[in-house]
């Protein structure tokens, strides 16, 4: 992949970032389970968020194959620091299309400066993989609309500087037709959040977010009334490839680290690197891995040159994090009874993106989407 000066430039500070500042402390911020905001803004004054931003909102006006690649080398240091960039990028993209100026003016440049994360709610405790039949209510009062009900299983959803709300404003038969889209600063009386205690990701703060009497003016809706979800979701299929991307940095830290113990570890007076039976399941998870991540850039690349890429998104939403953590599996017992431990990362690679098998759309969802794009509604049951 050819880059210009600059390009090449920002992803080195990513890649220098990640290896001294984030590598280091990875560990540690997961047993501490906070986000640490001082490495948020240490990112937005390098420019790695928000680099697809236009100038106008403090952003670099880059494409989408570049930020992919700043995702990649945060996600090798960091998995779960590497979650705010992807945010980012998602939710200042819909801000732009979508918020009425002064939201935007007010919160995108705060975004890219590390000042503000913003949390999406989307998902409901009936709703799951149903992603359009929601519960959520947001009755309109006058010049506000009135928020009650609650959204479960966010991502910062304890930490988040605001939320960017799906909620019902038409007739409930009416699916996706009748959601309006919201941003909501956390500020805002009448919300609660409850932090779940997860197998892993603890530093994102995944849980539930209730809203009782929440009182949001007329002009922080997003988009036309009832056309929130159809409008908004399109911004999926960019994150879909970043998430990709996330779980490719995040396995080949694992890969790096499992290659060079095959040079240092010996067994029978020779090191165990020269047992094929130790490179070869490396070998396959370096060739997997690499094949994932050349995906990602295509679909990110069809994005940048405005082509459809729903497909390849999905594609690369299911095989990132499910291919990832089989290898980060198989670079664990690389090390034997040491891999094991806690006192190496790998263990906490595999907790951590495994969330992603789940999170941001199933396996089973991303295949039922490709089916579509291949055969249309003839691949949906009534």
């Known amino acids: 992949m050819i880059l210009n000066d600059d390009q090449q430039a920002l992803i080195e500070s990513a890649r220098r970032f990640a290896r001294e500042v984030l590598l280091p402390g990875y560990q ?20 790695l968020l928000g680099m697809d931003l236009p100038e106008a909102q403090g952003g670099m006006g880059l494409d989408g194959v570049t930020t992919g690649l700043v995702v990649e080398a945060l996600a090798w240091g960091d998995f779960n620091v590497s979650a705010v960039p992807v945010g980012i990028s998602l939710n200042g993209a819909i801000l732009i299309r979508h918020a009425q100026p002064a939201v935007r003016d007010l919160w995108v440049p705060k975004m890219v400066r590390g000042e503000a994360v913003v949390a999406i709610c989307l998902t ?16 309109r009062d006058g010049d506000h609309y009135v928020l009650n009900g609650e959204k479960t299983s966010i991502t910062f959803a304890d930490r988040a500087d605001a939320y960017l709300i799906f909620a019902r404003t038409g007739k409930p038969d009416e699916g996706a037709k009748g959601v309006s889209a919201f941003f909501v600063p956390a500020s805002t009386p009448g919300i609660q959040t409850l932090k779940f205690d997860d197998l892993g990701s603890a530093v994102i703060g995944r849980g539930q977010v209730f809203f009782d009497d929440v009182r949001i003016p007329l002009d922080h809706r997003l988009g036309d009334e009832g056309k929130g979800f159809t409008q908004v979701m399109q911004g999926f299929d960019y994150s879909r490839a ?90 664990l017992l690389t ?35 490709i089916a579509r794009e291949r055969i249309g509604r003839t691949a949906v049951q009534y």
């Not at 501490?32 to 004054?45: A, S, Y």
């Not at 149903?130 to 959520?136: E, P």
């Open 28 to 47: 540690q911020r997961d047993r501490d389970g906070i986000l640490d905001r001082g490495l948020v803004r240490q990112m937005g004054e390098l420019g």
């Open 335 to 369: 090390f034997g009874h040491y891999g094991w431990s806690k006192d190496l990362p790998h263990q906490q690679r595999l907790r951590d993106v495994m969330g992603l098998e789940i999170g941001d759309g199933t396996a089973a969802v991303m295949k039922l989407i």
């Open 124 to 139: 409901e405790p009936r709703g799951g993989s149903d992603a359009s039949n929601l519960q959520l209510k947001a009755r």
């Open 242 to 331: 970043l998430i990709g991307l996330q779980a490719c940095g995040a396995a080949q830290a694992s890969l790096d680290e499992a290659w060079a113990y095959t040079k240092e570890r010996e067994a029978f007076g020779r090191p165990i690197g020269q047992f094929q039976g130790v490179t070869f399941p490396l070998s396959e998870g370096e060739s997997q891995i690499e094949a994932i991540r050349q995906l990602c850039y295509h679909t990110l690349a069809l994005r940048d040159a405005a082509l459809p890429h729903t497909k390849e998104a999905a594609m690369c939403k299911w095989m990132g994090p499910k291919f990832a953590v089989d290898v980060i599996h198989q670079c």
